[in-house]
């Protein structure tokens, strides 16, 4: 049976706040793509109730929001966590969307093989049936399964190979970035999950995020969740400036509040 088409309206009188966070076609001549940070967290800066665990937090509006911004960026990135814990579908269900050609590319980072997905997975299922984009997957892995390379390239995803140092058992962002750039992606939204999170957030990496927009839901999930709250870095045994955000917008969205700001590059101490 086929999925039914579900369509998620943003209304056009509440777009206009996130304009000046959104990609624009200057940023599209930059060498590297316009990466947005986004996500949705409790009260407690939890985004999952419990590791592996698939945590609706964002209300309506705020989800249709989210749809908003995977309308405007050309792929939408997650760690291989949250492709095991949600199967999400990773497009865009926004009524906007006229033809595939539109939807934004699904980029998992799974550098060694935990993500085993089949034709029944939710990003797959969506592509065959022309409501989404193929994946394309990032891996380590010289030789992935066959019958995956072959699912893949049968709906025009692919696995692609990323070499060299791997920090933490993940990808040097700058690998990942370089990757989507050769594919010609000139946006894409990082969606989580905690470790993809927490990673770009170090002093190393915050220069190569240019947004984040956060929708904080008006709820505690308690401990023992899936937690966005970066190491503390030290350096000669000083602690570092924490990530801060600046231009920052508060903007309520139903019972939840998006905040869209830029990292600085220094905290006020
Ligand atoms: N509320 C929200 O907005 C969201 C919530 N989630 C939740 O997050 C949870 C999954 O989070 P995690 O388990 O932390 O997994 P994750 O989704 O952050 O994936 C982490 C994995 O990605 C790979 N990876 C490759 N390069 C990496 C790099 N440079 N930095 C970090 N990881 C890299 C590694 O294999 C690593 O183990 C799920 O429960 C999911 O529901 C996920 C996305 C959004
Ligand atoms: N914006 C937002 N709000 C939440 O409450 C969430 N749990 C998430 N999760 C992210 O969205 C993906 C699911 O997307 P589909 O609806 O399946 O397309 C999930 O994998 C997380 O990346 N996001």
Known sequence: MGTVR??????????????????????????????????????????????????ALSGPESKAM???????HDAILIGVGTAVADDPALNCRLGDIQSVDEQPRPIILDPSGRWKFSADSHVIRLAK?????????????????????????????KFIKISGTVLERGFTWEKVFNALEHEGIKSVMIEGGGRVINSLLKPENKALVDCVIVTIA???????????????????????????????????????????GRLASQSKS
């Open 66 to 72: 989210t749809h908003y911004l995977r309308f405007k």
């Open 218 to 260: 008006p709820t505690w999930l308690g401990t023992g969740g899936v937690v966005v709250s970066p190491d503390r870095q030290f350096h000669n045994g000083q602690v570092l400036p924490a990530p801060r955000l600046r231009d920052t917008i508060w903007h309520p969205l139903g019972e939840d509040v998006v905040l869209c």
């Open 6 to 55: 579900e369509t998620i309206d943003f209304p056009q009188d509440q777009r206009a706040f996130l304009q000046p966070y959104l990609p624009t076609e200057q940023n599209s001549s930059s060498p590297r793509p316009f990466v947005t940070l986004t996500y949705a967290a409790s009260l407690d800066s939890q985004i999952a109730s419990a590791p592996g665990a698939r945590t």
């Open 129 to 157: 049936e022309g409501l989404g984009k193929a994946p394309f997957v990032l891996t380590r892995a010289t030789q992935p399964p066959a019958e995956m390379v072959a699912l893949l390239s049968e709906i025009g995803g």
